[in-house]
């Protein structure tokens, strides 16, 4: 079935630094979209990219899928303290598979920032 | 507009034992999943329900079980309960876009059940 693999497991940065977590899916894939999850609490949809080679930008934070849509990276520049939390990059199956969930969640990165 | 309500916040129950969980979705959404996340590790998928049907459910033994009612609200239940079922149970409701296939309708969660199994 459908897996997403997600890289790092863990980051730790210093205040300042930049930060890049990377998505791979094993299929094409219809879109992506990802999550933050703060320490404690519960995931919260950030951006959902649809078009091969999309780029989008939420002011520090830069997300691109890729140009055969079977990858995507979330990239953070400057962290702040903020930042920490787990984030997630979650894809569909497509209608019709009778396998697995609407969307599969890759592992996650955990970030941690160090003031 | 009130967000996914998940309730108890907490539950602690013995081996052996049931634990209900229950969800409410976001007014006008008609379709709930259920993730267990365990101690520092990812989303692992459980039950999908839509419209008051099972669309689809995730690895995981028949003793979890749940359903949708008219309402559109759920109810994860956990039966003959172990150890390892000790975690955070997570429900996020959305809305389906019918044949849209490019477009998936985003996740919004709650802030899930913290079970606990001793």
């Known amino acids: 079935g459908q897996q997403v693999m997600q890289i790092p497991q863990y980051q730790h940065v210093q205040e300042g630094e930049d930060f890049t977590t990377y998505c791979n899916s094993s299929?094409?894939?219809?879109?992506i979209q990802w999550y933050k999850q703060r320490p404690g609490g519960h995931p919260v949809f950030l951006i959902q990219l649809v078009k091969s080679g999309e780029v989008k930008k939420q002011k520090r934070l830069t997300f691109q899928f890729g140009e055969a849509k079977k990858n995507s990276s979330l990239h953070i520049t400057a962290t702040q303290t903020t930042d920490v939390g787990t984030y997630f990059c979650a894809g569909p199956y497509m209608r019709g598979e009778t396998s697995g969930s609407r969307l599969t969640f890759g592992e996650g990165t955990q970030l941690t920032v160090n003031p | 507009e009130a967000g996914v309500t998940q309730s108890p916040t907490h539950l602690i129950k013995t081996r052996g034992q049931q634990a209900t969980l229950r969800c409410s979705p976001i007014?006008?959404?008609?379709?709930v999943y259920w993730y267990q996340q365990a101690l520092g590790l990812g989303l692992q998928f459980l039950l999908w329900?839509?419209?008051?049907?099972?669309?689809n459910r995730g690895n995981f033994p028949p003793r979890f079980s749940g359903r949708q009612f008219p309402n559109y609200s759920s109810e994860l239940n956990v039966n003959a309960l172990e150890l390892e079922d000790s975690a955070l149970y997570l429900c996020?409701?959305?809305?389906?876009?019918?044949?849209?296939?490019?477009?998936?309708?985003?996740?919004?969660f709650g802030n899930g059940t913290r079970l606990t199994v001793t």
């Open positions: 007014s006008g959404h008609t379709s």
């Open positions: 996020a409701s959305t809305y389906d876009l019918g044949t849209v296939s490019s477009y998936n309708s985003p996740l919004h």
């Open positions: 329900y839509d419209e008051g049907e099972e669309r």
């Open positions: 299929t094409t894939l219809s879109n």
